[in-house]
C-alpha cells in the first residue's frame, strides 16, 4: 500500500526558517518531490531527491532519508508569499506514478 | 504560463450534457496524466497514459473517459456527471522510465462545476 503523511498546518514568521516533513511507506521508491501549490493554481515543481542527503536550491532545501522513509522541506527567510501548500509526492518504482501525500498549509504572518 | 495547457479553464454543465477537457503539451515528454483535486485537498489520481497507451486506471467511474490521441495531447470525455464530480481537473505530463528522475509538469486546471 501506499501511504504519505505530512502536518496538515504550519504558522511561521516572515524572515523566519520553516521545516516541513514529509514520511513514506509506499510499494516502491523512485524518487521524492516537493510541489508547491498556491491556492486556486496549478502545483509547482520545486525540488526533488533519489538518493540520501541536501539538495539546496536558493531559499529552499530538501532532504532524504531512504532507510527512515524521510523527507523534509526546508523554507529559509520567508516571504509572505511563500503562504502555500506544500505537497511532497513519491515516485514509485514503474516511473509512472506519483503518489501526493496530503499537503501542509503554510502560512507566513508579519 | 506553463508548458501544459488545458482547456476551458472553467467549465459549467449540467448532469446530462456531454462535454470534453483538453490538454496539450509540446515538451516530448510520453507520460501524461489527469488528476482531480477538491478544496483543501492533494490532487487525486485518475488515468495514466504512457507511450498513448493507458497503463494506469484509478478505479474511475466510466462518466469519465480518457482518450491520447497523440503524443501530445490527452482529453477527458465527461458525461452524464454528479455534483460531487465538481472540482480542479488537473493535466500533468513527465519525462518516463525507470530511472528518469524529472518531475510532472501540471496544466493550470480546469475548474468543472456541476449544476
Known amino acids: 500500500g501506499q501511504n504519505i503523511d505530512q502536518p496538515t498546518e504550519m504558522t511561521a514568521t516572515e524572515g523566519a526558517i520553516v521545516q516541513i516533513n514529509c514520511t513514506y511507506q509506499?510499494?516502491?521508491?523512485?524518487?521524492l518531490f516537493w510541489y508547491q501549490q498556491h491556492a486556486g493554481e496549478a502545483p509547482t515543481f520545486l525540488s526533488y531527491n533519489v538518493l540520501d542527503g541536501l539538495e539546496e536550491k536558493g531559499r529552499f532545501s530538501s532532504f532524504l532519508s531512504r532507510s527512515k522513509g524521510y523527507s523534509y522541506l526546508l523554507l529559509k527567510e520567508l516571504q509572505m508569499k511563500d503562504s502555500a501548500s506544500y505537497l511532497c509526492a513519491v515516485r514509485d518504482n514503474y516511473g509512472q506514478n506519483f503518489v501526493f501525500g496530503p499537503g501542509t498549509r503554510l502560512s507566513v504572518l508579519p | 504560463d506553463t508548458e501544459v495547457t488545458q482547456t476551458p479553464k472553467h467549465l459549467v454543465m449540467g448532469m446530462t450534457n456531454k462535454k470534453s477537457l483538453k490538454c496539450e503539451q509540446h515538451m516530448g515528454h510520453r507520460a501524461m496524466y489527469w488528476y482531480k483535486q477538491k478544496a483543501k485537498k492533494p490532487p487525486e489520481l485518475m488515468f495514466v497514459?504512457?507511450?498513448?497507451?493507458?497503463?494506469i486506471n484509478e478505479s474511475v467511474p466510466s462518466r469519465f473517459s480518457p482518450e491520447c490521441p497523440n503524443s501530445s495531447l490527452l482529453n477527458l470525455h465527461l458525461h452524464a456527471l454528479q455534483p460531487e464530480d465538481s472540482a480542479l481537473y488537473l493535466c500533468a505530463s513527465s519525462q518516463t522510465g525507470v530511472g528518469i528522475n524529472q518531475p510532472q509538469h501540471f496544466g493550470d486546471g480546469t475548474r468543472l462545476s456541476i449544476l
Open positions: 509506499t510499494s516502491g521508491f523512485n524518487g
Open positions: 497514459y504512457s507511450y498513448e497507451k493507458l497503463s
